[in-house]
């Protein structure tokens, strides 16, 4: 059974930084893609960015590019959102996810794996 355990999370001011972790176990292929997403209170579950397991290139949102930076540590199966110059509209519940294929897809229905998220509130 594949689990996801996030950490990181916290209150910021705007114009600050967090890094969140994702540590990730049971996982049995290599065929496998990890993101990170984010839901604020009475929005939708929205795609912040992902990369291929073993990769060293992300794809992120267009609302989150240049400012935040994904980052890994394979041998130790853990993922890392560097979050920089945050803004109150980044506050939200950040969700790694996990899905059994090589491609990275922005539809959170499309990961049957979940972390049970850490919260993030920057205020301005």
């Known amino acids: 059974q594949v689990q996801l355990v996030e950490s990181g999370g916290g209150l910021v001011q705007a114009g600050g930084s967090l890094r969140l972790s994702c540590v990730i176990s049971g996982r049995t292929s290599r065929n496998f893609a990890v993101a990170w997403f984010r839901q604020a209170p009475g929005k939708e579950r929205e795609f912040v960015g992902g990369?291929?397991?073993?990769?060293?290139?992300?794809v992120y949102a267009d609302s989150v590019k240049g400012r935040f930076t994904i980052s890994s540590d394979w041998n130790h199966e853990t993922l890392y959102l560097q979050m920089d110059r945050l803004e109150p509209g980044d506050t939200a519940l950040y969700h790694c996810?996990?899905?059994?294929?090589?491609?990275?897809?922005?539809?959170?229905?499309?990961?049957?794996?979940w972390g049970q998220g850490t919260q993030v509130t920057v205020s301005s």
């Open positions: 996810a996990a899905r059994p294929y090589t491609l990275v897809v922005r539809t959170a229905s499309s990961y049957p794996y």
């Open positions: 990369i291929r397991w073993m990769a060293f290139s992300s």
